[in-house]
């Protein structure tokens, strides 16, 4: 994605190859692997500190357990490593260590239920207030995070659907907790 902005061309490319693979132990249990490499390119002709190449590589098991048509429970672990190529001063890395535990209930469709708690650990030598900072954390702070998420999707009518988001998040180093909440009202026709 190329911009014109102001101060010059922005430039965004984002290349991954992805394998994906699972196995089926019973009806209800299966065991999924991903792994991914790729990278993320970012150049501006005005802001250097915006001008990087992440190489990245992810793997990763994810258990799934659905006893019933409405229920749902998956746990995973991610390990992500990550380099910021282009810079020569050092080796700028990120290690992103990710354990998650998603729940789902659905009722036909009438009402869904969903949950995601997320503890990820991240070991990062680079400065984490910059444009590839920002990036090489995925928008969390080195150290320990947690993130959790509760979604209510209801059919409210013929053609009508809420939404409620409840989002959180608990980084180390910020001395309070962030919270976002989202309520949206769709027509389906």
């Not at 132990?25 to 991903?34: D, E, K, N, Y």
């Not at 991240?122 to 995925?138: A, K, T």
């Amino acid at each position: 994605m190329k911009q014109l902005l102001s101060g010059g061309f922005e430039d965004l490319i984002q290349k991954d190859w992805k394998l994906n693979t699972r196995y089926n132990f019973t009806p209800s249990a299966s065991l999924r692997v991903q792994a991914s490499t790729g990278n993320r390119q970012s150049g501006s002709d005005f802001l250097e500190n915006r001008n990087y190449t992440i190489d990245q590589q992810t793997i990763g098991p994810e258990f799934a357990w659905q006893p019933s048509p409405f229920f749902r429970s998956t746990i995973s672990y991610s390990f992500t490593d990550k380099e910021n190529v282009e810079n020569m001063e050092f080796e700028e890395k990120a290690a992103l260590h990710q354990v998650a535990l998603d729940l789902r209930y659905a009722k036909a469709i009438k009402t869904t239920l969903s949950g995601n708690l997320k503890l990820i650990q991240i070991d990062y030598n680079g400065v984490s207030n910059s444009p590839v900072g920002y990036e090489m954390l995925q928008a969390l702070t080195p150290g320990t995070n947690v993130t959790w998420t509760l979604n209510w999707l209801q059919k409210i009518g013929e053609g009508l659907q809420l939404n409620l988001v409840y989002e959180g998040r608990n980084s180390q180093g910020l001395d309070r907790l962030v919270h976002v909440g989202r309520m949206q009202v769709s027509a389906l026709f």
